[in-house]
């Protein structure tokens, strides 16, 4: 996604807590003959200080799992509230963070079939992605396209598969409608771009930074600055609204994505990145960001025909237990890959020991596509440093003046 959330987000995604620390436990401590492996590990909630690599003890396949020799991990925004403890009933750390990846099969559960050791696979984890190896039930793993690399699985699933679900599931996208998609240089907001062309007559106008807009132009058919009038500039094209607005970013949005909104159009949240200003949780900038969401009025809707959702691929699969609808969409997703009409956007690829340095960049909104921790690349030198007081500022956020409390927003999700 989230939210690619994000891009990301791409996406608020809230996690289920499902046996995410059972093992965290640092290899220091165990036995000299166990088989360890290069993970992430996340200590506490708080900032980037609070990330590192370290060595600890493979994980055990349970019954109806694969376990995957890991090559790629996408990092998505939700990746960062998660980092700070700004999501529902976060899972007790120290933990292994990550939620999507790509490898080889290492080994199978018995009686568990589909997969063959030696199969080329990408796959959602509910935590824990971010590791040389992960093992993961059988019904969250995927086998990649002879063409499709490694990098690209590992930008492709999270992304593709949410944008596809909330333009087709939730919001049933047509000929001739119009897509509204904030964030629209990470790496959802190319998904839903190249989904949309995929759609004769569909008009998607896109937002976002403009140091962004040479680079992505050509995937959209208007293009807004973010800290701009947009809701005007799309009223002048467009008068009676838009079919479908995709949000990711919320606070003030909110209320601007339901006016514009045609009658019988869908607002889609599919995320909360405008909660995520300063490095670390700000309670202030939570209530803040509450203020500025125009409270949803029922009757509101009825009277003006417009519907409102809320979208959380992770939720669908971890909770929900949807695992066979998101098998059926990403059938049809890799379907469009192989026929070429969709293809991930790759921003830049990181070693495990740079995750800190990839996170800021995620944070800071600088990416165009997906971000990749790449298992098997080599730290680039003076990279992966342990500074972490490093400024912040979002693509998402209005020019900073002053301190990051005077700029702050947050999400009416609670």
């Known amino acids: 996604m989230a939210k690619e959330g994000a891009d990301m987000m791409e996406e608020t995604e809230f996690m289920i807590d499902k046996n995410v620390g059972k093992e965290t436990e640092n290899v220091e401590s165990s036995g000299g003959d166990a088989k360890e492996m290069r993970a992430v590990i996340l200590a506490g909630f708080g900032g980037l200080n609070k990330l590192r690599v370290t060595k600890k003890p493979m994980p055990e396949l349970q019954g109806g799992e694969v376990k995957i020799r890991v090559k790629a991990c996408g990092l998505n925004f939700l990746d960062l509230m998660v980092r700070q403890g700004n999501i529902d009933n976060p899972p007790k750390p120290p933990l292994v963070p990550g939620f999507e990846c790509s490898g080889i099969v290492e080994s199978v559960a018995e009686n568990t079939t589909g997969f063959e050791i030696g199969d080329r696979v990408m796959a959602f984890v509910n935590y824990n992605a971010w590791a040389e190896v992960v093992c993961t039930p059988v019904d969250f793993v995927y086998k990649m396209p002879d063409e499709m690399t490694f990098v690209e699985a590992a930008a492709f699933s999270l992304n593709f598969v949410a944008a596809y679900m909330m333009l087709f599931e939730v919001a049933n996208l047509r000929e001739g409608m119009s897509v509204l998609v904030h964030s629209a240089g990470g790496g959802v907001g190319q998904a839903v771009a190249q989904l949309c062309s995929t759609v004769p007559n569909v008009t998607v106008f896109g937002i976002a930074s403009c140091f962004k807009h040479a680079a992505i132009r050509d995937s959209v058919t208007h293009l807004f600055d973010r800290n701009a009038d947009y809701m005007q500039e799309i009223k002048k094209i467009s008068p009676d609204g838009v079919d479908i607005v995709l949000d990711c970013l919320c606070g003030e949005n909110t209320g601007k994505g339901l006016t514009l909104l045609k009658p019988l159009g869908t607002y889609i949240l599919y995320g909360a990145s405008n909660m995520v200003t300063g490095e670390t949780k700000s309670f202030f900038s939570f209530a803040k960001s509450w203020w500025q969401v125009e409270k949803v009025n029922p009757i509101k809707l009825y009277e003006e025909n417009k519907v409102i959702a809320g979208f959380s691929l992770l939720n669908l699969l971890f909770k929900h237990g949807k695992c066979s609808l998101v098998k059926s969409v990403m059938d049809k997703l890799l379907c469009l890959y192989d026929q070429k009409k969709v293809k ?71």
Not at 346 to 374: C, F, P, T, Y
Not at 387 to 403: I, M, Q, Y
């Open 344 to 414: 991930p956007v790759v921003d830049s690829l990181w070693a495990l020991e740079e995750v800190k340095e990839a996170m800021q960049r995620i944070h800071d909104r600088g990416n165009i596509g997906k971000l990749i921790l790449d298992v098997e690349k080599t730290p680039t030198p003076l990279m992966a440093s342990d500074s972490t007081e490093t400024s912040e500022a979002g693509e998402e956020e209005e020019e900073p003046e002053g301190d990051n409390d005077s700029k702050e927003r947050m999400p009416f999700i609670h």
